[in-house]
């Protein structure tokens, strides 16, 4: 859940995403307003902008009208309202008369012809679209989304100023790698003992805040063994970026199917009682100090952390209650199934 809020957080205060977000919401509702609220209505139209089919079943009837009505002048504004090409159209139907009698289409002709229908083309009224009386309601939510969607990019880019120029979840994942790179991993060897199957380290930079890193353990010849990793467990206060007061360090067996977890946390989480009993339903709490030594045993792996380096963050929260960096090393021997307190015996390097 923490995750699906981070993401939505995240693309919140995204203005590229919010860009196309207040684009694609003004569209919508532009097509929403001009095909179903509001749709443009045409009125006093005229016979000519009529298909052309239309237009010959229009003349057919004018045909009918003057051989019933012998009407000539209303057989002429009938002509005429077809345009230049109703001679075409009158052609159309001398070619295919259908069920019309060949001597009422050419009464007909003789009637219109006598005036070309350039000259009442004048008298034809134009067209006019009927302008919704409410379109300016239309404009204005095109307006509003604009003026939302920059309010939202103003709003990203004030808050990053107020922050003075904070770290962000990208430059936060890149220091944590430039850190990562400079620790240097004890040698066994030289002490006498057998080196771990693997050594791992991973860092956490405040601002991180989906910082979550598993890796894979395996054995020499490629076999699947289990996992283990580091990741996020308690923030304290609000706002961004995520204030980290507690991490869960983790072991994943494949053979015993067996998890086994401790809590690292801060000076603060782990001397304040409220916030250390509701940990402890994580997993065995350990205090975070440079150097601190942890194990997590299961039947057939060990992992020894330590933690390499780390420091708290400044602010108006409790002091040691939050950190600005964590670096932890994971080393991976096979495990005869001692116990914890059996199955290392620490040594200061």
Known sequence: MDRVRDSFNKGINSPPIMTAVGVVVGIILGLVWAYLISPAQFIDGNIEQLRDDLKVEYLRMAIDSYALNQDASLAESSYNQLGENASTYLSDIEFNPADQLISDIDSFRDVVEMTSPLD?????????EEEPSDNNLLKWALLVTVVLAGALVARYFLAKRAKGGGITPKSASSMAQEITAKIDSPEYDGKGESPPMHQFVTTYVLGDNLFDDSFSIESAAGEFL???????????????PKRVTAFEVWLFDQNDIKTVTKVLMSGHAFYDDGIRSELEKKGEPVLADPGVEFVLNTNNLQ????VMDMGYGDGPLPEESFFERLSIELSVWPSNGASETEAFEFDEF
Request: with cysteine.
């Open 120 to 128: 009442v083309l004048e008298d034809i009224p134009p067209v006019t």
């Open 226 to 240: 289990g996992e283990c990793g580091v990741g996020i467990s308690e923030a304290i206060g609000v706002g961004e």
């Open 303 to 306: 992992v020894i952390g330590r």
